[in-house]
C-alpha cells in the first residue's frame, strides 16, 4: 500500500468532535462518579491520542490501564452486590491520574491551539 504524504481529504473536524464529545463525557462521568462510564470514556479517548505518544507515553499507557482494570473488576463486583457502593479512593485517583495523562498528551500534540508560537492563527 503506498501512502501519500498529502491528502485531500482531512478528518480534523471530526476527530475533533469526538474527542469534545469524549472529554465532556469524561468530566461528566467523573463530576457524578461514575467510576465505569469514566473509565470506558477514557479508553477511546487513548485510542484517539495513541498516534500523538511515543514508545515510553504508550508502555505508561499500558501500565495505567493494567492498574485501573483489576481495581475497576473488583467495584464492579462488589457495585453487584450493593449498588450503594463508593468509588474506592484508590480508584477514583488512578482514574485520575490516567485522565490528568491523556491531557498532557492532547495539550502537548495540540489539538488545543493549532500554533503555539503565535496566538493570532490558533483558530485560523
Do not use: C
Not at 72 to 84: G, S
Request: net charge negative; proline share 4%; no cysteine.
Amino acid at each position: 500500500m503506498d501512502i501519500k504524504d498529502v491528502s485531500e481529504f482531512n478528518d480534523a473536524i471530526g476527530t475533533l468532535g469526538r474527542m469534545n464529545s469524549l472529554w465532556y463525557n469524561a468530566d461528566e462521568s467523573a463530576m457524578n462518579l461514575d467510576a465505569h462510564q469514566w473509565y470506558h470514556t477514557l479508553l477511546p479517548l487513548t485510542r484517539e491520542l495513541i498516534t500523538d505518544m511515543n514508545e515510553k507515553e504508550e508502555e505508561e499507557s499500558k501500565e495505567l490501564i493494567e492498574n485501573i482494570d483489576p481495581l475497576m473488576a473488583a467495584y464492579i463486583k462488589k457495585k453487584q452486590n450493593n449498588p450503594e457502593t463508593e468509588v474506592p479512593r484508590e480508584l477514583y485517583t488512578k482514574l485520575h491520574e490516567f485522565e490528568i495523562f491523556l491531557r498532557r498528551i492532547y495539550d502537548r500534540a495540540g489539538y488545543k491551539t493549532k500554533r503555539r508560537d503565535d496566538p493570532r492563527y490558533a483558530i485560523t
